[in-house]
């Protein structure tokens, strides 16, 4: 569980898109699994067991919740037509129960989608990324827009899921990075600053300049 921080422009969500395969590095390699994977694209990647869950949500907002979960277990196929085909009643119905039970969500499993709560909606998104089972997730700012209890459930969530996958973090809630991540990746005008764990950069000066300030280094501001 690695966090990425950094002030905004310092390529944290460039470095995500080169893993994915949205953006070409213009050198070096991106390897998986000790594999170099520039030449496949994002479905191949996805294939692979990668997946980005983005900062900013987006759930099928006029669908259920359940559906929602649905559409992540069919993958890349002709997604809205196969689930009227399915009508829920295919096999997919166990594991779906499954995502929404970890994620916290079954209950509201018939609710519209586009009426959760902000922070459900992030949730549902993680269930809908956990359902192509990656190897590899990546989060880009999971707890962006929540309060104090929506993100200690979200502190919560990622550590259930953590078991048997490498996940990778961009956070600006230091609470949060350091609630979750065992060590941190501090990136600063697009290039690697630091590396560490938590106590290690909250102290280290370069850090302190280029981000956190000397209040936030104090632990006396948050994300």
């Known amino acids: 569980m690695r966090g990425f921080i950094g002030p905004n422009g310092s390529g944290k969500t460039t470095l995500f898109n080169a893993i994915i395969g949205r953006h070409a590095p213009s050198s070096g390699q991106v390897l998986f699994n000790g594999r170099d994977i520039r030449k496949c694209d994002p479905g191949e990647r996805a294939r692979l067991g990668m997946t980005l869950k983005f ?27 196969e689930l009227r ?19 916290g969500l079954w209950e ?14 992030g949730w549902l998104e993680i269930g809908m990324a956990l359902a192509t089972e990656p190897t590899l997730l990546l989060l880009d700012e999971p707890a962006s827009g929540m309060g ?19 996940i990778l973090i961009i ?43 000397r209040g936030r280094a104090r632990g006396t501001s948050g994300g």
């Open 55 to 81: 900062q900013v949500t987006s759930v099928f907002a006029g669908l259920s919740v359940l559906d929602n979960i649905l559409l992540g277990l069919m993958g890349p196929r002709p997604v809205l037509g």
């Open 85 to 103: 085909r399915r009508a829920r009643g295919g096999v997919d119905m166990a594991r779906a129960e499954e995502l929404l039970s970890s994620i």
């Open 108 to 121: 509201k499993r018939e609710s519209i989608a586009g009426t959760l709560a902000h922070g459900e909606k």
């Open 148 to 166: 104090a209890d929506e993100t200690a459930r979200t502190v919560d969530l990622v550590g259930r899921i953590r078991p048997g996958r490498t």
């Open 171 to 213: 956070e600006h809630d230091m609470e949060f990075v350091r609630s979750v991540a065992d060590s941190i990746t501090v990136l600063f005008r697009g290039g690697l600053l630091t590396h560490g764990d938590y106590d290690t950069i909250k102290s280290d000066e370069r850090v302190i300049d280029a981000y956190l300030g």
